[in-house]
């Protein structure tokens, strides 16, 4: 029997072979998707992160949003307290002087109690002398008021008091609080109460006291307060007379008068006006004032300095209202930059028949 041959790749070797080579491509694919694997992790935490860095960015440009507009909002806060700090100095010097004027005021009324002391005192002696000089204390005179002036001075004023029908206008404007235009506008921020104690103003009240104790006890009377209005004393009394006689109504009169605080500019057209409502027509007028007029009948639509040449063009449309036939008596109290006002009165004075007065500082 002859041998067999033998072969050197038999099938069982190319098995082997075969199982091999598949194992490497098993080993080498399993390799492979286990790496796919982990990149596909490592790619799903850069991307996690990539997305976390984003965010991250955002907030970062929305905080500095937020800075920017901070401090845009800290430089608005910065302006605004240099502004309020100039406005806490301002007001604190403001504060200072109005203390000082307060503690003025203070020392003012001091010295205004003081004097109101001193006139009580004086009106007692007097009223004691009158009293232990009187022989008949029972026996009525012939005035319905009294007035006591301080000492035993005399005054040749031509002043006549006299009449049926008297008519006394007094002005009540801010100027009638001094004499001079700087502490004019220095009284017109004060309280009133400190406006009521001015030397001037007393002076004028002292003035009405006087004329009203001359009047004729059987004679008619009105007394209109003026300033850029006129109105009575007396409410409800436009275009009526009163009686002297009536001790009511002149006391009434002059305590309305004492109240009033002088305020506002002058209009000597409406108080004419006014005056010229009385029937019948007075036969005496007594005008107490301090210059000429500073407005007409109604303030100008346009606000505008007042000159001189403006006030003379008021006094004489007031004046052309005037009645000729009566006699008007001025009462000029003291007051700086109005040089024409002497002279305009005088002439309207001696053109009525009527008296010019610039009283002294102890008048009357």
């Known amino acids: 029997m002859a041998r067999r041959k033998t072969e050197v790749f038999s099938m069982s070797f190319l098995d082997c072979i075969t199982c091999a080579f598949g194992s490497v491509v098993l080993v080498y694919t399993l390799i492979n998707a286990k790496g796919g694997i982990r990149r ?73 109690i003081e004097r109101l002391k001193a006139d009580l005192k004086s009106l007692d002696e007097g009223k004691r002398r009158m009293e232990g000089g009187s022989q008949s204390p029972d026996t009525s005179g012939t005035r319905v008021r009294g007035f006591i002036g301080q000492g035993d001075r005399q005054y040749l004023t031509g002043l006549k008091v006299g009449g049926e029908r008297i008519v006394i206008l007094v002005d009540v404007s801010a100027s009638m609080l001094d004499e001079t235009v700087v502490n004019v506008l220095r009284m017109r921020n004060m309280s009133e109460a400190r406006k009521l104690l001015s030397d001037k103003w007393r002076r004028t009240l002292s003035t009405v006291d006087w004329l009203a104790a001359q009047l004729p006890a059987e004679a008619e009377f009105q ?41 506002d500019g002058t209009s000597l057209e409406n108080v004419f006006t006014t005056m010229n409502m009385l029937k019948p027509a007075p036969d005496n007028v007594i005008l107490i004032t301090d210059g ?23 006094f004489e449309r007031a004046i052309a209202r005037y009645p000729k036939t009566v006699p008007l008596n001025v009462i000029l109290m003291p007051m700086e930059g109005d040089p024409s006002a002497p002279s305009a009165y005088w002439l309207a004075s001696r053109r009525t028949g009527g008296s010019f007065i610039s009283p002294s500082k102890d008048w009357p």
């Open 292 to 314: 000429l007029p500073t407005q007409a009948a109604s303030p100008p639509l346009i606000k505008k300095t007042v000159d001189g040449d403006d006030r003379v063009e008021f």
């Open 40 to 112: 596909m992790a490592e790619t799903d935490a850069q991307q996690t992160e990539i997305q976390q860095l984003e965010e991250q960015v955002l907030e970062g440009y929305q905080n500095l949003v937020a800075i920017r507009n901070s401090l845009v909002q800290t430089d608005e806060e910065r302006v605004r307290t240099e502004g309020m700090g100039s406005r806490v100095i301002e007001e604190t010097e403001r504060l200072k002087v109005e203390l000082a004027d307060a503690d003025k005021e203070t020392l003012s009324r001091r010295e205004a």
């Open 223 to 263: 007394i209109l307060a003026f300033n850029t209005q006129a109105k009575p004393l007396i409410p409800d009394t436009e275009g009526k007379w009163l009686k002297v006689n009536d001790p009511n109504a002149l006391n009434e009169a002059l305590t309305n008068l004492r109240k009033i605080v002088p305020q």
